[in-house]
Nanobody, 127 residues
C-alpha cells in the first residue's frame, strides 16, 4: 500500500514556474514507477510525465516536452514536477500516481496502469 500526498500547486501568471512535489509512504519507493497526470474541468484525466523506479528513464506528453521536468529522490520517497513557461491551458488539478514495478526501468503513461493516486493539487495559470 502506498499513500501519496501532492503539494506545490497555486496561482501563477502565464510564463511563470511552479514545482510540484509528491511524498510517498512506504519503504520500497524505488519499486514503484511514478507518474503525473492532470485533469481540467470537464475533461478527462491526461498523462503529463512518467519516471521509472530507478529514475533513469523519463517520458513526457508532447505538449510538456521542453517545459516540464519530472524527477525523483528515492532516498526521500519523493517525486517532483518542475513546470516552466506555464500557459493558461496548463490549468488543472495535478495528480501523482504510483504503480508497482519489479523492473526499475519501466514507465507507464495510461491512467489504468496506475494503482495508487494522490488527492491532487490545483494549478491555475492566469493570462
Amino acid at each position: 500500500q502506498v499513500q501519496l500526498v501532492e503539494s506545490g500547486g497555486g496561482l501563477v501568471q502565464a510564463g511563470g514556474s511552479l514545482r510540484l512535489a509528491c511524498a510517498a509512504s512506504g519503504r520500497t519507493f524505488r519499486g514503484y514507477a511514478m507518474g503525473w497526470f492532470r485533469q481540467a474541468p470537464g475533461k478527462e484525466r491526461e498523462f503529463v510525465a512518467a519516471i521509472s523506479g530507478d529514475g533513469g528513464v523519463t517520458y513526457y506528453a508532447d505538449s510538456m516536452k521542453g517545459r516540464f521536468t519530472i524527477s525523483r529522490d528515492n532516498t526521500k520517497n519523493t517525486v517532483s514536477l518542475q513546470m516552466n513557461s506555464l500557459k493558461p491551458e496548463d490549468t488543472a488539478v495535478y495528480y501523482c500516481a504510483a504503480r508497482r514495478s519489479d523492473s526499475g526501468i519501466y514507465y507507464y503513461t495510461n491512467v489504468d496502469e496506475y494503482d495508487y493516486w494522490g488527492q491532487g493539487t490545483q494549478v491555475t495559470v492566469s493570462s
